[in-house]
């Protein structure tokens, strides 16, 4: 099975300051699609960025960046200039094909992330 | 607006008591997917569809059941359900293929005493 890692259970980050979210990965899958999501505290899961395999340049969206590195397997998000509203739960997650032509959308387990006046 | 929505939001119900929860989108997406949600554990694919009347199980599909009879529906069923199924549970639709985003609906919460 597709595995995601995410080894930061809790992090703190000062507003205004940048901070970066790890998530590694493993599959032997050549195409696959890395995603970011965010859970804030009223439980909706919000779509911020997303990666394909194949892409050469990092995603960005806005204040959201993807740090691939394909070689490491790992697909950090960096969010520039941390706004109070950031606080939330962050979720790494891959997407991968299955043989009978599905897929599975597989997660980590999350990092909490408090932002701070 | 294109959105996944879900019904109900909340729910507290007692063990064996059937229940469905729906799930309907507004995208024409193809694919749509089921999911749980626990603490520590992050979420678990529970099924998936491809297409209409096309399902497939995830991660842990023991204790549900689904139906795809049109692109747009895709409930999720508990025909017996227990107290180890109380979860969060999110519908979720994309285009197609594993690099299209999911989009979520808003979840269901669901307490099974």
């Known amino acids: 099975a597709q595995k995601i890692t995410q080894t930061q259970p809790g992090m703190f980050v000062q507003e205004k300051e940048a901070v970066t979210l790890d998530c590694t990965y493993d599959?032997?899958?050549?195409?696959?699609?890395l995603f970011w999501y965010k859970q804030p505290s009223s439980g909706e899961m919000i779509f911020l960025i997303y990666?394909?395999?194949?892409?050469?340049q990092n995603a960005t969206e806005g204040r959201y960046s993807l740090n691939f590195q394909k070689a490491r397997k790992s697909a950090n998000l960096v969010i520039s200039a941390s706004q109070l509203g950031d606080s939330a739960m962050y979720f790494c997650?891959?997407?991968?094909?299955?043989?009978?032509?599905?897929?599975?959308?597989?997660f980590g387990k999350g990092t909490s992330l408090l932002v701070t006046p | 607006e294109a959105q996944v929505t879900q019904n109900p939001r909340y729910l507290i119900t007692v063990t064996g008591k059937k229940l469905t929860v729906t799930c309907s989108q507004n995208?024409?997406?193809?694919?749509m997917s089921w999911y749980r949600q626990d603490p520590g554990l992050g979420l678990r694919q529970i099924y998936y569809?491809?297409?209409?009347?096309?399902?497939d199980k995830g991660d842990v599909p023991e204790g549900y059941k689904v139906s795809r009879k049109e692109k747009r529906n895709f409930p999720l069923i508990l025909e017996s359900p227990s107290p180890n199924q109380t979860s969060l549970y999110f519908c979720?639709?994309?285009?197609?293929?594993?690099?299209?985003?999911?989009?979520f609906g808003p979840g269901t919460r669901l307490t099974v005493l």
């Open positions: 990666q394909g395999s194949y892409d050469e």
């Open positions: 569809s491809m297409n209409v009347e096309v399902t």
């Open positions: 995208m024409n997406h193809e694919y």
């Open positions: 997650a891959m997407s991968s094909p299955l043989i009978n032509s599905g897929y599975a959308l597989n």
């Open positions: 979720a639709s994309s285009d197609r293929g594993p690099t299209d985003t999911q989009y």
């Open positions: 599959t032997s899958d050549q195409s696959y699609g």
